[in-house]
């Protein structure tokens, strides 16, 4: 599974400006014949939680149109980060995917909302889970804060998945936890993590990057690119099962101690 990480600066409140950076990136990393091209959190207004009602994406529409049509164009898997939606009900942070048809097989409403950065008070917490295939590959996603909640990566790879994509807005300050938790749920669920985290600032915090692509033995595939462009690399999905074959984790859990 060829990836393109996309570790691009966003324009607070300013969508339009953010859909056409996106357009040009997803053409852009298209080019490299890659299989799956990932995009970072909240990428088309940031975090302007106080314009949502004028800035968030209505259903996502505008969205799955941009990914399901570049996505059919240019034969292309797109995992879109994610994006402010407007919904019947409020507002979430959501995260759609695109297959090499165009069509959009899953989408998913972050569902730990960080108050350090005021999600809870704009946005509504997402319900369920998100386990999808790409290319046949069984995928989970999950956003930014989510990470930090081991028992969620846990449920995505208990149902299936291999490679987990983990879009973000992490900030500068706390860099080193991304990196650390990251790793850890590598190593410790024995699966790819695709994270993508974005560059630049906005009026509350700076961010550097250090989107991270890590192998399930925690081998850093990408790492320390602190600079805005795309990121490629290569991931070998056998190395799943032999992880696994090798420590047996999912085996030897102890589901009777837990709960
Ligand atoms: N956008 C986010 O969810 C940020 C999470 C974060 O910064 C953290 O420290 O956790």
Not at 28 to 38: G, H, L, R, T, Y
Not at 51 to 57: P, T, W
């Given at each position: 599974?060829?990836?393109?990480?996309?570790?691009?600066?966003?324009?607070?409140?300013?969508?339009?400006?953010?859909?056409?950076?996106?357009?040009?990136?997803?053409?852009?990393?298209?080019?490299?014949?890659?299989?799956?091209?990932?995009?970072?959190?909240?990428?088309?207004?940031?975090?302007?939680?106080?314009?949502?009602?004028?800035?968030?994406?209505?259903?996502?529409?505008?969205?799955?149109?941009?990914?399901?049509?570049?996505?059919?164009?240019?034969?292309?898997?797109?995992?879109?980060?994610?994006?402010?939606?407007?919904?019947?009900?409020?507002?979430?942070?959501?995260?759609?995917?695109?297959?090499?048809?165009?069509?959009?097989?899953?989408?998913?409403?972050?569902?730990h909302l960080f108050k350090l950065m005021d999600e809870h008070k704009y946005l509504n917490p997402?319900?369920?889970?998100?386990?999808?295939?790409?290319?046949?590959?069984?995928?989970?996603?999950?956003?930014?804060?989510?990470?930090?909640?081991?028992?969620?990566?846990?449920?995505?790879?208990?149902?299936?998945?291999?490679?987990?994509?983990?879009?973000?807005?992490?900030?500068?300050?706390?860099?080193?936890?991304?990196?650390?938790?990251?790793?850890?749920?590598?190593?410790?669920?024995?699966?790819?993590?695709?994270?993508?985290?974005?560059?630049?600032?906005?009026?509350?915090?700076?961010?550097?990057?250090?989107?991270?692509?890590?192998?399930?033995?925690?081998?850093?595939?990408?790492?320390?690119?602190?600079?805005?462009?795309?990121?490629?690399?290569?991931?070998?999905?056998?190395?799943?099962?032999?992880?696994?074959?090798?420590?047996?984790?999912?085996?030897?859990?102890?589901?009777?101690?837990?709960?």
């Amino acid at each position: 599974m060829k990836i393109a990480i996309v570790q691009m600066d966003i324009i607070f409140g300013e969508p339009e400006k953010n859909f056409a950076h996106v357009e040009q990136y997803i053409k852009e990393a298209a080019k490299e014949n890659v299989d799956v091209i990932v995009l970072p959190e909240m990428w088309n207004t940031g975090y302007a939680l106080e314009r949502l009602d004028e800035l968030a994406d209505q259903n996502g529409e505008k969205t799955q149109d941009l990914i399901s049509r570049l996505a059919q164009v240019h034969q292309v898997n797109i995992v879109a980060g994610s994006v402010s939606t407007k919904k019947e009900d409020g507002f979430y942070n959501t995260m759609y995917i695109a297959n090499r048809n165009g069509e959009i097989i899953a989408d998913y409403d972050k569902a730990h909302l960080f108050k350090l950065m005021d999600e809870h008070k704009y946005l509504n917490p997402g319900q369920k889970m998100n386990v999808f295939e790409i290319d046949g590959i069984k995928c989970g996603g999950m956003i930014c804060y989510d990470l930090r909640f081991p028992e969620w990566t846990r449920k995505h790879t208990l149902s299936g998945a291999q490679v987990m994509f983990i879009p973000a807005e992490w900030p500068k300050a706390r860099i080193d936890h991304w990196k650390i938790l990251l790793q850890a749920r590598a190593i410790e669920n024995q699966c790819f993590i695709v994270a993508v985290n974005r560059v630049g600032a906005d009026p509350n915090n700076a961010f550097n990057g250090h989107s991270m692509v890590i192998a399930p033995w925690g081998d850093l595939l990408i790492c320390n690119k602190t600079e805005e462009g795309i990121f490629y690399t290569e991931l070998d999905i056998n190395q799943v099962s032999r992880v696994r074959k090798e420590i047996p984790v999912y085996e030897d859990r102890r589901v009777d101690l837990y709960n």
